[in-house]
């Protein structure tokens, strides 16, 4: 991981923070239009809106990973920064860009679209008889499937990763929109509900969407980090669970037995 000193003197950091801006975006622009209800009463389908909102995340990933790593979601750059792969300063800017990339996203919307269709600009919310505890959970645990898939993905020990990492991350945003978009909206992404919660002046339990997604990723990333990584031996296992100390006396009576 380098320091914060590093990243100011590098030029590459400033144009990663600036793409986590304009990537972050493109994908609340075009993810959020496509729950607009064109030509009432229709209304977008569940697979519609995840599968844009899926392609979406795949085509940004694709296209800013080499800039930035394609971050996108202040839950992943949480999680990065836990796990030590990114520093505090990066961490930091990249959650900032995300979040005005957002409402930037969110508003270039709402000027395009007329007003008649833009319905709640795709404002997250808890679906009905949705309790905010049993909101919370969902959020925390569609988030931790995507950001396990993007650790597994990125993961630079495995020997066995064909076909597009790109494609298998979009592919975990269209599960957890198929499964939980009637039971919180679907969010898994603290910035994706900012932009429209700000535009719309929309707050309802809006903690729920930065609480949620960001220990769901934070548990994810720590989760795999420590135990699922390919390069996780009974070493790394142990230090997580244990003090250096308590793992070595254990060793020390495995060896002897």
């Not at 509900?193 to 720590?222: C, K, Q, R």
Request: with cysteine; proline share 4%; net charge neutral.
């Amino acid at each position: 991981m380098t320091s914060s000193k590093d990243d100011l003197r590098d030029p590459k950091f400033w144009r990663a923070v600036v793409g986590e801006f304009l990537a972050t975006t493109l994908f609340v622009f075009i993810g959020i239009g496509s729950t607009c209800g064109w030509n009432p009463p229709y209304t977008p389908s569940m697979v519609q809106i995840a599968l844009c909102f899926g392609l979406t995340i795949a085509t940004m990933v694709q296209c800013f990973g080499h800039v930035s790593g394609a971050n996108i979601n202040p839950a992943v750059t949480c999680a990065l920064l836990v796990t030590r792969k990114i520093s505090f300063l990066r961490a930091f800017l990249y959650v900032i860009a995300q979040c005005i990339g957002a409402v930037a996203g969110a508003g270039l919307i709402y000027g395009v679209t007329p007003a008649g269709v833009r319905g709640g600009l795709g404002a997250t919310s808890l679906g009905t008889g949705v309790a905010v505890e049993q909101g919370f959970a969902i959020e925390y645990l569609i988030t931790f499937e995507l950001v396990f898939t993007v650790f597994a993905t990125i993961d630079p020990n495995r020997k066995d990763l064909q076909g597009s990492a790109s494609l298998a991350i979009g592919i975990a945003v269209v599960i957890g929109h198929l499964f939980a978009i009637q039971f919180t909206g679907a969010s898994m992404n603290s910035a994706r509900s900012f932009g429209p919660a700000v535009i719309m002046n929309f707050w309802e339990d809006h903690w729920i969407y930065w609480a949620g997604p960001i220990l769901g990723g934070i548990t994810a990333g720590v989760t795999y980090e420590y135990l699922f990584s390919a390069k996780t031996t009974k070493d790394t296992i142990s230090s997580c669970m244990l003090s250096r100390q308590d793992s070595e006396l254990i060793e020390e009576k495995v060896s002897t037995v």
